[in-house]
């Protein structure tokens, strides 16, 4: 079957850094993305890496490894807005997207 | 920017009432969603659609169905609404091979 796991929630301190992880079995890879959905909002595009390697957009980075079937999402600088649940998603074989169920991040000042 | 609407943000209904969610996007993309988000769970994927009047089948299809009539506008009918219905919709819409963008959501509550 397809699998994506995420913790389930996290906690870190303003101003800190924290990574998210993200592993997956899926039917095929096209590509994995990274989103954040603030409470009671819609899941906005965050980033998407579909070859090894890290890629740095701000304050946000995120990191893949295909052949460990693995990705992170690294937040530097963290600050109270950055308080939100961060979902992955990998495509599949069929160009769908297969959802991991989220992590809920919480900033403490 | 791109917009994808919903027709409702809050909607109460009874058992057994048909219920309509609507969703319009203004990119011109080929493809729309409808998922739902339950907690623990994640976003599940009812139904999609890659062009007009086409549509697939997602996860949970059962005690959905859906309709698109022209490229922006795509609906998702619950026949006869249910409690294990009760739950956050989301419409997205996508070009093909790109991410998707999603409207605000729909939470349906059925009594």
């Known amino acids: 079957g397809q699998n994506i796991d995420q913790p389930t929630e996290m906690t870190a301190t303003e101003g800190a850094i924290v990574q998210i992880n993200c592993t997956y079995q899926?039917?095929?890879?096209?590509?994995l993305f990274w989103y954040q959905q603030h409470a009671g909002e819609a899941p906005t595009f965050l980033s998407y890496?579909?070859l090894d390697g890290l890629e740095e957009k701000g304050r946000f980075s995120s990191f893949l490894s295909r052949s460990k079937g693995y990705s992170y999402l690294l937040l530097k600088e963290l600050q109270m807005k950055d308080s939100a649940s961060y979902l992955c998603?990998?495509?599949?074989?069929?160009?769908?997207?297969?959802w991991g169920a989220g992590t809920k991040l919480i900033i403490k000042p | 920017d791109v917009k994808v609407t919903q027709s409702s943000r809050y909607l109460v209904k009874r058992t057994g009432e048909k219920v309509f969610l609507e969703c319009v996007q203004d990119?011109?993309?080929?493809?729309m969603f409808w998922y739902r988000q339950d907690p623990g769970l994640g976003l599940r994927l009812i139904y999609f659609?890659?062009?007009?009047?086409?549509?697939e089948k997602g996860d949970i299809p059962e005690g959905y169905s859906v309709s698109r009539e022209k490229k922006e506008r795509f609906s998702l009918i619950l026949e006869s609404a249910s409690t294990n219905q009760t739950s956050m919709y989301l419409c997205?819409?996508?070009?093909?091979?790109?991410?998707?963008?999603f409207g605000p959501g729909t939470r349906l509550t059925v009594t």
């Open positions: 997205a819409s996508g070009r093909r091979g790109y991410e998707q963008y």
């Open positions: 990119m011109d993309h080929e493809n």
């Open positions: 659609s890659y062009d007009v009047k086409m549509k």
């Open positions: 899926t039917s095929g890879f096209n590509g």
């Open positions: 890496n579909v």
């Open positions: 998603a990998v495509r599949d074989s069929n160009y769908q997207l297969i």
